[in-house]
């Protein structure tokens, strides 16, 4: 009997206190979550493993968000990608979605908002299976 595959999210923000929010709160949610505010370590990492939700911030030293899930969505078709971002205009929104985007959060966000565009990412992905 194999046991049921728990979600897998990466999480990519520069800002060390968001990383250690959301990982534990998705943790605790059941999720499998690895975080990295290194954007160079988190596009090495999406070489080596396929994600099921990534949630990434867009404005970052290094990488930016547009160019990481630029990276994703080539990778996987199917990894749902979460923008999470303090610099909302209607024009980045535009943007990320035309690049695949699934859903759009702004800074700050309450920890529910965040959970709850996961799980519909995750039902969304279970139907597309």
């Known amino acids: 009997m194999t046991t049921a595959q728990k979600t897998q ?5 520069d800002e060390p206190i968001v990383c250690k ?3 534990p709160a998705l943790e605790k949610a059941g999720y499998e979550v690895e975080s990295f505010t290194k954007s160079r370590e ?3 990492r ?3 493993k396929q ?3 990534v949630i990434t911030d867009l404005k970052m030293e290094g990488v930016d968000g547009m160019a990481f899930l630029t990276e994703v969505r080539k990778r996987s078709e199917k990894t749902e990608v979460i923008v999470i971002t303090g610099f909302a205009t209607m024009e980045t929104a535009k943007e990320s979605y035309q690049k695949g985007v699934f859903d759009f959060v702004a800074k700050p966000f309450k920890m529910g908002e965040i959970l709850e ?3 519909k990412a995750e039902i969304k992905r279970k139907n597309a299976a």
């Open 117 to 119: 565009v996961v799980k």
């Open 21 to 23: 929010r959301l990982k």
């Open 42 to 44: 988190a596009m090495h």
């Open 9 to 13: 999210i990466l999480i990519l923000d």
């Open 51 to 53: 994600f099921d939700v």
């Open 46 to 48: 999406i070489t080596e």
